[in-house]
């Protein structure tokens, strides 16, 4: 299975919606896709990462997100990640990074 992602960051200003599937190869290849979403972030009062049509995402992406939950740490902008309760990985791993900070809130519908 190879990436076919796509992250749209540009409809509305403080929603990032993510789909597909995340394969990138490095840390430095998430680096570089999440750096829009880290820039429009650190400029919002509250931002919000849609990650309902994510079928999977690797653990370099894994490791993205928590960068992403620390940098709203760092710049104290509330940060809400919605998902699926029935996508194992959103229910598990997605909700474990609630204790990196406060102001994170994951959303399950």
Known sequence: MRSEYQIDC????????????????????YDAAFAPLTDRMGKAPAYTVDLTNVVLMNSSGLRALADLVLAARRAGTPLTFLGKADVPWHNKTVASLKPLYQGLAVRLS
């Open 10 to 29: 540009e409809s509305q200003p403080d929603i990032a919606v993510l789909s597909g599937v995340f394969r990138l190869a490095t840390p430095e290849q």
